[in-house]
């Protein structure tokens, strides 16, 4: 598929700025992808119930371009149920493809009432002259009281290309977590949007990236309240290097009848070099009264003072960059809440400030 239009701002502000969206620039197949899969002994393979969830009709944050993408190729869903009241249910994806080719793997998880779920995904690169693209399509469907929480950690090669795309919808109490570590890839396009349906549903995202040489991230996340007394709650920290850039539209959407829901969105971004390029959009539409949004971002160089307190304990200043920087990384990697991923990241960062 050629010149795909991912990433849509849903309120477009000016032309000139770029932002409203974004094209992929290399033409992407939906070729199949390897999958090693793990799932605890209460999931159910497929979807199962009276009432069988319309995937289809849950918008994603990347937008129509990837559902078009996904009814290109061939690849079957991974599909699970979580029967109701199940709790502490994991389901593990290892995801690779043939060196050079470009992969998809649409993921749709259907978690019954009162149900709890962990998806841990990650992405293993292919040698490093091989290129092509490794696409993720995340969909779930959180029912009355359940829970699903999507971590992710990519670390793919320089040359490759990551388009990660989630979307969910939250009925009466239902919540939705992900924690995602954007590590690798030459460029990674990812978008979020969480429907915010029920009543006191709820949804959390932290996102955390490091950018180093011409790497790039673009990023559309959107919590769209529509049900009474929801909540939501957006992070973003990242490192850019060299010559990195990274593009992050934040959107908190309150529509009519969401009253009595508040939404918080936050982004911290450390500016390493001269040569990097940060852009971010935050978004607060409102078509409710009584409602609270509020953004706030930390984004600037590395603070002077504490540079000349590690420099004055023997470090060089490369070596106090690096430490800072890994230490936001760890910081999320911490949280992933499996051991083997934690170590991965913690290898793969080793190899990147220390290789």
Same mark, same amino acid.
């Given at each position: 598929?050629?010149?795909?239009?991912?990433?849509?701002?849903?309120?477009?502000?000016?032309?000139?700025?770029?932002?409203?969206?974004?094209?992929?620039?290399?033409?992407?197949?939906?070729?199949?992808?390897?999958?090693?899969?793990?799932?605890?002994?209460?999931?159910?393979?497929?979807?199962?119930?009276?009432?069988?969830?319309?995937?289809?009709?849950?918008?994603?944050?990347?937008?129509?371009?990837?559902?078009?993408?996904?009814?290109?190729?061939?690849?079957?869903?991974?599909?699970?149920?979580?029967?109701?009241?199940?709790?502490?249910?994991?389901?593990?994806?290892? @995801?690779?493809?043939?060196?050079?080719?470009?992969?998809?793997?649409?993921?749709?998880?259907?978690?019954?009432?009162?149900?709890?779920?962990?998806?841990?995904?990650?992405?293993?690169?292919?040698?490093?002259?091989?290129?092509?693209?490794?696409?993720?399509?995340?969909?779930?469907?959180?029912?009355?009281?359940?829970?699903?929480?999507?971590?992710?950690?990519?670390?793919?090669?320089?040359?490759?290309?990551?388009?990660?795309?989630?979307?969910?919808?939250?009925?009466?109490?239902?919540?939705?977590?992900?924690?995602?570590?954007?590590?690798?890839?030459?460029?990674?396009?990812?978008?979020?949007?969480?429907?915010?349906?029920?009543?006191?549903?709820?949804?959390?995202?932290?996102?955390?990236?490091?950018?180093?040489?011409?790497?790039?991230?673009?990023?559309?996340?959107?919590?769209?309240?529509?049900?009474?007394?929801?909540?939501?709650?957006?992070?973003?920290?990242?490192?850019?290097?060299?010559?990195?850039?990274?593009?992050?539209?934040?959107?908190?959407?309150?529509?009519?009848?969401?009253?009595?829901?508040?939404?918080?969105?936050?982004?911290?971004?450390?500016?390493?070099?001269?040569?990097?390029?940060?852009?971010?959009?935050?978004?607060?539409?409102?078509?409710?009264?009584?409602?609270?949004?509020?953004?706030?971002?930390? @984004?600037?160089?590395?603070?002077?003072?504490?540079?000349?307190?590690?420099?004055?304990?023997?470090?060089?200043?490369?070596?106090?960059?690096?430490?800072?920087?890994?230490?936001?990384?760890?910081?999320?990697?911490?949280?992933?809440?499996?051991?083997?991923?934690?170590?991965?990241?913690?290898?793969?960062?080793?190899?990147?400030?220390?290789?």
């Amino acid at each position: 598929m050629e010149n795909m239009r991912v990433n849509h701002l849903p309120s477009l502000t000016w032309n000139a700025l770029h932002m409203n969206d974004s094209r992929v620039d290399s033409a992407v197949t939906a070729g199949e992808a390897y999958i090693e899969k793990d799932l605890s002994m209460g999931l159910e393979e497929g979807i199962r119930g009276e009432e069988l969830p319309c995937f289809e009709k849950i918008e994603t944050g990347m937008g129509p371009d990837m559902d078009a993408l996904r009814k290109a190729g061939s690849m079957e869903p991974v599909q699970v149920t979580v029967p109701a009241g199940v709790k502490e249910q994991v389901l593990r994806l290892h @995801i690779q493809r043939k060196p050079g080719e470009s992969a998809f793997l649409p993921v749709e998880i259907a978690a019954e009432e009162d149900s709890e779920i962990t998806v841990f995904v990650d992405d293993t690169g292919v040698k490093e002259e091989a290129g092509g693209t490794l696409a993720l399509q995340f969909r779930a469907d959180v029912k009355k009281g359940a829970k699903v929480r999507l971590v992710q950690v990519q670390l793919l090669s320089s040359q490759e290309q990551k388009l990660n795309d989630v979307g969910v919808s939250c009925a009466d109490e239902g919540r939705f977590e992900t924690l995602q570590l954007f590590l690798g890839a030459g460029k990674t396009y990812a978008g979020c949007r969480a429907d915010l349906a029920g009543k006191g549903s709820s949804m959390a995202a932290d996102i955390g990236y490091l950018g180093r040489e011409t790497q790039s991230y673009d990023f559309n996340y959107e919590a769209v309240h529509k049900g009474k007394k929801t909540r939501s709650d957006m992070t973003a920290s990242g490192v850019l290097w060299d010559h990195a850039s990274k593009l992050f539209r934040g959107t908190i959407d309150f529509r009519n009848g969401s009253a009595g829901s508040s939404g918080d969105e936050k982004e911290d971004v450390l500016l390493m070099d001269e040569g990097v390029v940060n852009r971010t959009i935050p978004l607060i539409l409102c078509a409710e009264e009584d409602v609270e949004g509020n953004h706030g971002a930390s @984004i600037g160089k590395l603070d002077d003072e504490l540079l000349f307190y590690l420099v004055s304990r023997g470090m060089s200043r490369e070596e106090a960059c690096k430490m800072v920087a890994r230490a936001r990384i760890d910081a999320l990697s911490r949280r992933l809440g499996d051991e083997a991923l934690s170590q991965q990241v913690q290898k793969y960062l080793e190899e990147v400030f220390h290789g």
